[in-house]
């Protein structure tokens, strides 16, 4: 039996013992929060289905992209990873889909202001009759300048957020692509004619040398050189672009084998075909980005995956204008990385709509090969984002929503009728979703359309101007 005396006492020895134990906690507590703090992001997209194209092809349903600066710090499922950060700004994504921006790996974007302007006629019809007089009669910096303008609105609204460009004024070309916040890869032509801007091959390369020293270390824009092709450019033009290009680690951008007249022209000529041509003269290494790779067989495809050439392919140029078709489930298997390009966007194609050409890249790969199994849609959306990157190397950097990589994101509305119901994910981007169903559009962390609303165009003044364009180019020809 305990006293009276000694139960108090025991009694206040529980309560000093309770207190310590709640003060531990509390201490505990606030340890744990202090580790927990939340870092502080520009950008948190909260609550979307992510489509991340990672090395595993990860999807994050109700999952969040998270970004500082111009780099996405994480990426994953809400409930694990948005409690960690605070967001100077939150896009609430839930019912929508997340992707990489798409990655347009061949196009001419000036040519917008000649979108229409011929179509239904033959390559050679379409050249010389009606695009080098329009080039001759309309292509000025202004003009340059306006139709990049145009194709970056375009190209946005379309989810678009790389594109590999070759034309002419180049540089004018870039100080457009990086007022829009698009990121480019953009080579000035070479081309054994006076071109608009550069009337012979010494001040290309003065050019060319300029425009690289200028956007050398650029976040957005990468200066490339563009040797047009080998049915364009003698051995020394295209020697002496790429020898520039390696003087300054740049890309080289370049058609090859895009037509059969180029590769029997070749086989006459030099005894082999176009890649092994471009091989022999060194032109072929991990920074040559070649668009269309149409007549390649067993040896030309085993020579650019040994090379790391990448390769751009651009289905509907290729079949409104009759090419051919290039071989790219063989391109693929043979370890190459092939991403999409619009090509065009006039004669070869009249828009710049990636998620098209996902469409008919899988389609013609299958009606060509009589099965449905020759190219599908998983394929297909990753050469519109991840392969679209390892062409124009630039992997490390974008193509795939991972930490550590650029925040160039987009986000695509399920809510159209086109969109419904949806049982596979890749099948929709590919087959049913269109790029009008793009919504908001981050490239580098910054928002560039945000709900269908273009944030660093000035849109109805481009729209305006390329009318008035379409009256002159039509006036300058003749035309009615
Ligand atoms: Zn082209």
Same mark, same amino acid.
């Given at each position: 039996m305990t006293s009276p005396g000694e139960s108090v006492k025991h009694r206040s020895r529980e309560?000093?013992?309770?207190?310590?134990?709640?003060?531990?906690?509390?201490?505990?507590?606030?340890?744990?929060?202090?580790?927990?703090?939340?870092?502080?992001?520009?950008?948190?997209?909260?609550?979307?289905?992510?489509?991340?194209?990672?090395?595993?092809?990860?999807?994050?349903k109700d999952g969040v992209v998270v970004i500082k600066g111009d780099s996405i710090v994480a990426v994953g499922p809400r409930d694990k990873i948005e409690s960690r950060y605070k967001g100077a700004q939150v896009i609430d994504a839930r019912g929508r889909l997340v992707l990489p921006g798409f990655i347009n790996g061949h196009t001419h974007v000036p040519m917008t202001l000649f979108r229409g302007l011929h179509?239904?006629?033959?390559?050679?019809?379409?050249?010389?009759?009606?695009?080098?007089?329009?080039?001759?009669?309309?292509?000025?910096?202004?003009?340059?300048?306006?139709?990049?303008?145009?194709?970056?609105?375009?190209?946005?609204?379309?989810?678009?957020?790389?594109?590999?460009?070759?034309?002419?004024?180049?540089?004018?070309?870039?100080?457009?692509?990086?007022?829009?916040?698009?990121?480019?890869?953009?080579?000035?032509?070479?081309?054994?004619?006076?071109?608009?801007?550069?009337?012979?091959?010494?001040?290309?390369?003065?050019?060319?040398?300029?425009?690289?020293?200028?956007?050398?270390?650029?976040?957005?824009?990468?200066?490339?050189?563009?040797?047009?092709?080998?049915?364009?450019?003698?051995?020394?033009?295209?020697?002496?672009a790429a020898a520039l290009a390696r003087k300054y680690q740049a890309p080289i951008l370049m058609h090859v084998s895009e037509m059969k007249k180029e590769w029997e022209d070749?086989?006459?000529?030099?005894?082999?075909?176009?890649?092994?041509?471009?091989?022999?003269?060194?032109?072929?290494?991990?920074?040559l980005v070649a668009a269309h790779c149409i007549f390649v067989d067993e040896a030309d495809r085993k020579l650019l995956a040994e090379r790391q050439v990448g390769c751009v392919h651009n289905p509907s140029s290729n079949m409104m204008i009759a090419s051919g078709v290039s071989p790219v489930p063989e391109m693929r298997a043979a370890g190459i990385a092939v991403g999409l390009g619009t090509d065009g966007p006039a004669g070869s194609n009249n828009d710049l709509d990636l998620m098209e050409e996902m469409d008919l890249a899988a389609k013609l790969a299958k009606i060509t090969k009589m099965n449905p199994l020759a190219l599908?849609?998983?394929?297909?959306?990753?050469?519109?984002?991840?392969?679209?990157?390892?062409a124009l190397h630039m992997e490390k950097e974008i193509g795939?929503?991972?930490?550590?990589?650029?925040? $160039?994101?987009? =986000? +695509?509305?399920? /809510? %159209? !009728?086109?969109?419904?119901?949806?049982?596979?994910? &890749?099948?929709?981007?590919?087959?049913?979703?269109?790029?009008?169903?793009?919504?908001?559009?981050?490239?580098?962390?910054?928002?560039?359309?945000? $709900?269908?609303? =273009? +944030?660093?165009? /000035? %849109? !109805?003044?481009?729209?305006?101007?390329?009318?008035? &364009?379409?009256?002159?180019?039509?006036?300058?020809?003749?035309m009615e």
């Amino acid at each position: 039996m305990t006293s009276p005396g000694e139960s108090v006492k025991h009694r206040s020895r529980e309560v000093k013992i309770l207190a310590l134990m709640v003060l531990l906690a509390v201490l505990a507590l606030h340890v744990a929060g202090f580790a927990q703090a939340r870092q502080d992001v520009d950008l948190i997209i909260s609550g979307a289905t992510v489509v991340t194209m990672n090395g595993q092809r990860d999807i994050v349903k109700d999952g969040v992209v998270v970004i500082k600066g111009d780099s996405i710090v994480a990426v994953g499922p809400r409930d694990k990873i948005e409690s960690r950060y605070k967001g100077a700004q939150v896009i609430d994504a839930r019912g929508r889909l997340v992707l990489p921006g798409f990655i347009n790996g061949h196009t001419h974007v000036p040519m917008t202001l000649f979108r229409g302007l011929h179509d239904d006629v033959t390559l050679n019809d379409w050249l010389y009759k009606y695009i080098f007089p329009a080039e001759k009669k309309n292509v000025t910096e202004e003009f340059v300048r306006w139709g990049t303008r145009l194709a970056a609105a375009e190209q946005i609204r379309a989810g678009v957020t790389t594109f590999a460009d070759m034309y002419y004024f180049e540089d004018a070309v870039a100080e457009e692509t990086k007022t829009a916040g698009m990121r480019g890869v953009l080579g000035e032509t070479f081309i054994d004619f006076p071109a608009p801007d550069n009337k012979s091959e010494a001040e290309m390369l003065a050019y060319s040398e300029k425009f690289l020293k200028k956007w050398q270390g650029d976040a957005l824009i990468h200066a490339a050189v563009a040797p047009h092709s080998i049915y364009t450019c003698s051995k020394k033009t295209i020697q002496d672009a790429a020898a520039l290009a390696r003087k300054y680690q740049a890309p080289i951008l370049m058609h090859v084998s895009e037509m059969k007249k180029e590769w029997e022209d070749s086989e006459k000529q030099n005894g082999m075909s176009p890649v092994q041509y471009l091989e022999s003269i060194g032109t072929l290494a991990p920074d040559l980005v070649a668009a269309h790779c149409i007549f390649v067989d067993e040896a030309d495809r085993k020579l650019l995956a040994e090379r790391q050439v990448g390769c751009v392919h651009n289905p509907s140029s290729n079949m409104m204008i009759a090419s051919g078709v290039s071989p790219v489930p063989e391109m693929r298997a043979a370890g190459i990385a092939v991403g999409l390009g619009t090509d065009g966007p006039a004669g070869s194609n009249n828009d710049l709509d990636l998620m098209e050409e996902m469409d008919l890249a899988a389609k013609l790969a299958k009606i060509t090969k009589m099965n449905p199994l020759a190219l599908g849609a998983k394929a297909v959306v990753e050469m519109a984002t991840i392969d679209g990157a390892r062409a124009l190397h630039m992997e490390k950097e974008i193509g795939s929503l991972e930490a550590g990589k650029k925040a $160039d994101v987009i =986000l +695509l509305s399920l /809510d %159209e !009728p086109n969109a419904v119901p949806m049982y596979d994910i &890749y099948a929709q981007i590919a087959y049913s979703l269109k790029g009008s169903d793009v919504e908001t559009v981050v490239i580098g962390g910054r928002v560039v359309m945000r $709900d269908r609303k =273009l +944030l660093t165009i /000035d %849109e !109805p003044r481009v729209l305006e101007k390329a009318r008035e &364009y379409g009256k002159s180019v039509s006036a300058s020809l003749g035309m009615e």
